[in-house]
């Protein structure tokens, strides 16, 4: 067998090690990043994504325009999944992690070029990183949860950039009112979960109708028409089970041989379900939300006795009028007290582009709240609720966290000047790899430039020279083309946001050079070696058969 090559990979698999292998996975990398670099800042552009069906989104979202992607290439999906996990964790920067990602990877090639080994670049990367967080942390400020000023301007910094300016000021104060209405506080620490926001879309009106509930709105109508359309100082009882006759747990028929006999067991149905009803008037309940169904001849009742009914409420929803309320989610109407009803200054039926919506306001000192968005079109309304939704994350990631550094590429800047001079303190080839990753910082400065049509490199001078003078909180303001303080101009982000990023793309980029072969299978591999293994077991795993 002398000279005779073997196989040890199926036919059709694809195999490229060494340089070329990363030198593939690093270009697929970088360009997945350039594909959303231009979306970064207040001036970036958005991108159009159209599936499969034919439905169009028009977003700048970063973790947006990755996840509608159709990615093929294995080490453009591990940028995505940076992507993903920052707009998992912290809600917002989910562009700027892939950018970093992209530009430490862009770096690294270079290093490779002068015979630098990847596992050298890895560890001056962490090295990097941790001095980093550890920088950031050191410029950051701490705020509290009840300042409502700062907490503002945090929700039109995530904001800003995103289609949504001509009612930023408006849906960052829904933010701040929406997250500080259900702070709680758990072993010390503040906690904000936004669950309990509710989001509701309806196209019509403009993005000024869009407005916070301080309650609930349930997309649902009441069971019957006759009954009250708005009820004031409502009280409220929260019935998880059918207000209807039970199904017997067992095969039972009833025989009924006579006319008087028939009308005789109606009659006892109907006196069953009026106690029933009975039961919740009792409660001094006038309205009811049943997670299940309700009668028609219960329904009469209700009607008759004034109550506001709603059926097939929604299991989530029923925990969220509860919060809301104040009300016990009930199962049993036999133990019913009057402190278990929730309480609402006024619970109404109105239309809402012409459908019908039920709305629980006035509640008092709610745990769970409700915005309703208001858009021209679909499209708009899809935008706005992106923008909000960053928006309620940094906002309730500041409470929790409690601290703040400045917006505008400032903290980038600062971290890669700390870096270079860090990095002149280390010996050995890692020192190279620091330095490469204080100028990968420096991507974001440059791109917000590039984005608002400035000169990325007079800018970044501008930049450097001021932290270099001492002031660690100057930025770009693209708005007017030039490097000011961004505390004083109010442009803040959550330190978790910016940890979160360098930390993610540190991490990926790592793993990402760390790969020196990769191996892919097609799809009819398989099916091929199936085949060949129709013989015995000549062909089994590529190899040639064997003279025995």
């Known amino acids: 067998m002398s000279g005779q090559p073997i196989f040890i990979l199926r036919e059709g698999s694809k195999r490229t090690k060494g340089r070329d292998a990363q030198s593939n996975n690093i270009m697929a990398a970088k360009a997945v990043a350039e594909a959303v670099r231009t979306t970064l800042g207040p001036k970036g552009m958005d991108k159009m994504l159209v599936d499969s069906m034919g439905d169009v989104t028009v977003t700048n979202d970063g973790a947006t325009i990755l996840k509608e992607m159709d990615i093929e290439h294995p080490a453009a999906k591990m940028i995505v999944e940076v ?23 862009k ?37 509290d949860y009840t300042d409502r000023d700062t907490l503002t301007n945090i929700s039109n910094t995530s904001i800003t950039g995103k289609g949504a300016e001509s009612a930023k000021q408006l849906l960052s104060e829904i933010s701040v009112d929406a997250c500080s209405s259900i702070v709680e506080e758990s072993a010390g620490k503040k906690i904000v979960d936004r669950e309990y926001i509710n989001v509701i879309k309806k196209v019509g009106g403009t993005l000024n109708d869009s407005e916070l509930i301080k309650g609930m709105i349930i997309d649902k109508e009441r069971v019957h028409t006759n009954m009250p359309e708005r009820v004031e100082k409502a009280k409220i009882l929260l019935y998880n089970e059918a207000i209807e006759l039970k199904d017997t747990e067992v095969d039972a028929e009833i025989s009924i041989t006579s006319p008087d006999q028939l009308q005789l067991f109606l009659d006892q149905e109907e006196d069953m379900i009026r106690k029933i009803v009975q039961k919740i008037v009792d409660t001094g309940a006038n309205v009811v939300f049943c997670q299940k169904g309700i009668d028609d001849m219960a329904q009469h009742f209700l009607t008759k006795a004034g109550i506001f009914a709603v059926r097939r409420v929604k299991k989530s929803d029923m925990e969220k009028l509860s919060r809301a309320t104040g009300g016990r989610l009930i199962y049993n109407l036999d133990e019913v007290e009057e402190a278990d009803l929730g309480y609402a200054e006024i619970v109404e039926e109105k239309k809402i582009s012409g459908e019908p919506m039920i709305f629980i306001t006035g509640c008092d000192n709610p745990k769970a709240v409700t915005i309703l968005l208001r858009g021209g079109t679909e499209h708009v309304v899809d935008s706005i609720e992106t923008a909000l939704e960053d928006s309620i994350r940094v906002v309730a990631l500041t409470i929790e966290d409690g601290k703040l550094v400045a917006g505008g590429g ?3 800047v600062e971290v890669a000047l700390r870096l270079s001079e860090y990095a002149g303190t280390l010996e050995g080839r890692e020192q190279l790899a620091v330095r490469a990753y204080a100028d990968a910082l420096e991507i974001i400065p440059k791109t917000l430039a590039e984005n608002a049509g400035l000169d990325p490199i007079d800018m970044l001078m501008d930049l450097r020279s001021s932290h270099e003078n001492g002031n660690k909180s100057a930025g770009l303001d693209v708005l007017q083309g030039k490097v000011i303080d961004m505390w004083e101009a109010f442009v803040v982000e959550p330190l978790k946001v910016k940890t979160q990023a360098i930390n993610a793309a540190t991490e990926s980029s790592i793993m990402i050079l760390r790969i020196d072969d990769v191996i892919a299978t097609t799809k009819g591999a398989d099916a091929q070696a199936g085949a060949g293994m129709g013989g015995g077991m000549g062909g089994m795993d590529g190899m040639p058969p064997m003279d025995m």
């Open 83 to 105: 992507s993903k996990t920052q707009d998992e964790e912290v809600g917002d920067g989910t562009t700027s992690a892939a950018v970093i990602t992209g530009e430490l990877l």
């Open 410 to 412: 400032s903290p980038e």
């Open 107 to 143: 770096k690294a090639e270079d290093l490779i070029e002068m015979d630098i080994h990847p596992t050298v670049i890895a560890a001056g990367y962490r090295m990097a990183a941790d001095k980093a967080v550890e920088i950031l942390s050191g410029l950051s400020k701490d705020v």
